[in-house]
C-alpha cells in the first residue's frame, strides 16, 4: 500500500514526472526485477495489487484500506492468476492493467486540479510520446513506432465510389486484386491513364473511377469536384452515361 509521502503534482508538469516516475518502476518490476517480483505474487497471500511509485520503485501489497482511495488502484489480486497461466502471459496481463493504471491517476489528478482542455491534450500528447508498458515488456515497442509510420504511409483502399487525390497510380478494388492479379500488377507499373483525356496522373490530382466501365478519370475532365463525388453512390462516365440513354 502506497503511503502519501510524494508531494502532489499540480501542473501539467508535475503530473507528467508523477506518470513517468511511477512508470519506470513499474517498468522495473516487469523486466530487471522480474524474479523478485514474481516470487513476491505468492497465490497463497491475499489479494495483491503492484503500485508503481513517483521515486522510479514498485511494491506489491495489499490494497488500501479507505473508500474511497485517496488516489485509483490498480488491478486487484494478480497473484492469483499466476499459477494459472503461462508466465509471459501472466506478465502481459499485469503490464496492460499497470497501463490503465497509469492514465487512471495521471487524469485524477488532472481532474482534481481543475485541468482545462488543452491542459488535459498536452498531458495526454506527453505520455502518448512514450512506449506503454504493455509495449517494452513485450517488445513490441519500436515495432509498433515502425507500423504506426508504415500505416501513414501506405495507401488506403477506398470505399463505395472509387476516388483518389494521389502521387502514384489510383488504387484497384480488392475483388480486381484476387481475380486479376498479373493484369493488374502490370497495368500499376505502367501507371494510369485518363480515360477521357488520355493523360498520366499527376500529383495531387482528383480521380474518380467510373463503375460501369471502370476506367479511371481526371476529375476536371468529367466535370466531377470532391464535393460532388460524395454525394455519388455509384458513378458512370458520360460514356456510359450516353450508351443507357440510348433507346
Request: proline letters at 7%; hydrophobic letters at 30%.
Amino acid at each position: 500500500m502506497e503511503g502519501i509521502t510524494h508531494p502532489i503534482p499540480r501542473t501539467v508538469e508535475e503530473v507528467f514526472s508523477d506518470f513517468r516516475g511511477r512508470r519506470a518502476g513499474l517498468i522495473k518490476a516487469l523486466t530487471n526485477d522480474m524474479v523478485k517480483f514474481y516470487q513476491t505474487c505468492d497465490p497463497e497471500k491475499e489479494n495483491l495489487c503492484l503500485y508503481g511509485l513517483p521515486n522510479e520503485t514498485w511494491e506489491v501489497n495489499l490494497p488500501v484500506e479507505e473508500v474511497p482511495p485517496e488516489l485509483p488502484e490498480p488491478a486487484l489480486g494478480i497473484n492469483f492468476a499466476r499459477d494459472g497461466m503461462q508466465e509471459k502471459d501472466w506478465v502481459s496481463l499485469v503490464a496492460v492493467h499497470s497501463d490503465s493504471w497509469l492514465l487512471s491517476v495521471a487524469f485524477y489528478f488532472g481532474a482534481r486540479f481543475g485541468f482545462g482542455k488543452n491542459e488535459r491534450k498536452r498531458l495526454f500528447q506527453m505520455i502518448n510520446e512514450l512506449p506503454t508498458i504493455f509495449e517494452v515488456v513485450s517488445g513490441n515497442a519500436k515495432q509498433s513506432k515502425d507500423l504506426s509510420v508504415n500505416n501513414n504511409n501506405s495507401k488506403s483502399k477506398p470505399s463505395g465510389v472509387k476516388v483518389a487525390k494521389m502521387s502514384s497510380p489510383p488504387p484497384k478494388e480488392e475483388e480486381e486484386e484476387e481475380d486479376e492479379s498479373e493484369d493488374e500488377s502490370e497495368d500499376d507499373e505502367q501507371g494510369a491513364v485518363c480515360g477521357a483525356c488520355g493523360d498520366n496522373y499527376g500529383t495531387d490530382e482528383f480521380w474518380i473511377c467510373c463503375d460501369a466501365c471502370e476506367k479511371w478519370f481526371h476529375g476536371k475532365c468529367v466535370k466531377i469536384t470532391p464535393a460532388k463525388a460524395e454525394h455519388i453512390k455509384h458513378y458512370k462516365c458520360p460514356t456510359c452515361s450516353n450508351k443507357r440513354a440510348r433507346p
